[in-house]
């Protein structure tokens, strides 16, 4: 059984950093992808930011330039940096390796002066 765990989110303003951070435990195997997608009240789930295992990114246009996903395949993390937030930004956040189809429980990121 796979699980994932976020972590790193919360309340900031405009401007400002986080670093989210997912653990995969369990009984993972394979060179799989990661990602984060986020979601905001009203909206569908949309795809954040992917890394394969090989390190190759795909990112939201929405990101800008401002976010920047990384994994580390010996600790089975993968972190989302994110700088420059704005409050459109707000949502809850979620880790997700798509070849399982398996899902962290979210994590809230808000954005608020």
């Known amino acids: 059984q796979v699980q994932l765990l976020e972590s790193g989110g919360g309340l900031v303003q405009p401007g400002e950093s986080l670093r989210l951070s997912c653990l995969v435990s369990?009984?993972?195997?394979?060179?799989?992808?990661m990602g984060w997608y986020r979601q905001s009240p009203g909206n569908e789930r949309e795809l954040v930011a992917e890394?394969?295992?090989?390190?190759?990114?795909t990112y939201a246009v929405f990101t800008e330039g401002r976010f920047t996903i990384s994994r580390n395949n010996a600790k089975n993390t993968v972190d989302l940096q994110m700088n420059n937030l704005k409050p459109e930004d707000t949502a809850v956040y979620y880790c997700?390796?798509?070849?399982?189809?398996?899902w962290g429980q979210g994590i809230q990121v808000t954005v608020s002066s």
């Open positions: 997700t390796v798509p070849l399982w189809s398996v």
């Open positions: 369990g009984s993972t195997y394979g060179f799989y992808d």
């Open positions: 890394i394969t295992y090989s390190g190759e990114t």
